[in-house]
């Protein structure tokens, strides 16, 4: 299906209103980062008993768009200064990478009965896309795979703000928010070159080519101080949601029977990412004390989309969650095939 043609109007009326019904249900409940957790979830439920949800391919890039800015919005002189600490945070994350993804790979072999490519394949901390083109090139459990990797990805998304609430005083609510708001001027120039930039990078294959875009100019501009102040609160709420519906949307057609397949690789693999995750964190903490809410979002192997969302809605440093971010996917692109054989075995 061309992802560019928009959906029939009630598929897409239907999938935001749940989503936004997912938000503010979220909000009631007090439930952390609900604007982004709350769509997640509930869209999820949605398309598992058999509702077609679905966002287009232009709303999604404009959502990526307004992320992006908002993350470039925090950068300042003072955040760029603190990177040479960043080294060895980036050490720490390569180590939290390989445990999760040879541990995990290991695990779902002698646990799970997955043959080694699969388990390697399913194992891979993040890198959705490119991890599925693998997939599809290899002799490989192509379904398993995506809907566990899925998985991973919605249950990060629900757990880390929860880690942040317990190991933090965070305030995850979004109630407190900062009273510096960019011009509508200066937000209309930086999304237009943002939307132009993202373009360009596009046809480079970047991932997230639109967030990194407007993350970029965002960055460079708010860094020179030309563009003072955040992004307003009525164009980063709806850019959550957004954000959280779209990833509710991956399990639109997947039965309860591929679930319960993917679900218990999931949770073995999800529960090797916290537990590495928060290992991480905790010790570059102690080593070179970072703030635990940077660390914990900046090495949480969740979609470069979603925890860059997250960055925002968390007050994080942006700069320092992109850049690891970043590093993690280009690691993984050299990496996974480092491990995979050169040729298909003969059957």
Not at 107 to 116: V, Y
Not at 306 to 323: E, G
Request: charged residues 10%; proline residues 7%; hydrophobic residues 55%.
């Amino acid at each position: 299906m061309n992802t560019w043609l928009p959906p029939d109007p009630a598929t897409l009326a239907t999938t935001l209103a749940v989503g936004a019904i997912g938000a503010m249900a979220a909000v009631w409940l007090h439930i952390p980062a609900p604007y982004l957790t709350g769509p997640a979830a509930l869209v999820t439920l949605a398309g598992v008993l058999g509702l077609r949800t679905r966002v287009p391919l232009p709303l999604r890039d404009g959502c990526f768009l307004v992320i992006g800015t908002s993350m470039g919005a925090g950068v300042n002189p003072e955040i760029l200064a603190a990177a040479a600490q960043w080294p060895l945070s980036l050490a720490a994350l390569a180590s939290a990478l390989l445990i999760i993804f040879l541990g995990g790979a290991t695990l779902l072999q002698r646990w799970l009965e997955f043959d080694r490519i699969s388990a390697l394949l399913a194992a891979t901390p993040g890198h959705l896309s490119y991890i599925l083109s693998l997939s599809a090139d290899t002799k490989s459990e192509l379904s398993t795979i995506t809907v566990a990797q899925s998985l991973r990805v919605l249950i990060l998304t629900l757990l880390v703000p929860l880690a942040v609430a317990l190991l933090t005083d965070v305030d995850l609510s979004m109630s407190a928010r900062p009273d510096a708001v960019m011009s509508l001027v200066h937000l209309g120039v930086i999304m237009v070159l943002a939307a132009a930039l993202g373009t360009v990078l596009k046809r480079l294959n970047m991932p997230a080519a639109f967030l990194m875009g407007g993350f970029i100019v965002s960055a460079v501009s708010h860094g020179t101080g030309a563009t003072p102040g955040l992004v307003p609160v009525w164009v980063t709420i709806p850019g959550f949601a957004i954000m959280g519906t779209l990833i509710g949307t991956r399990f639109s057609g997947i039965s309860l029977a591929q679930i319960r397949r993917a679900s218990g690789a999931a949770a073995v693999l999800t529960t090797l990412a916290l537990i590495a995750t928060v290992g991480a964190a905790l010790s570059m903490h102690w080593a070179l004390g970072l703030p635990v809410t940077n660390l914990l979002i900046a090495y949480a192997p969740g979609g470069l989309e979603t925890m860059a969302a997250m960055s925002v809605m968390l007050d994080a440093d942006p700069a320092f969650v992109a850049f690891h971010h970043a590093f993690r996917i280009l690691l993984l692109t050299f990496l996974v095939p480092a491990f995979l054989p050169r040729s298909e075995p003969e059957t």
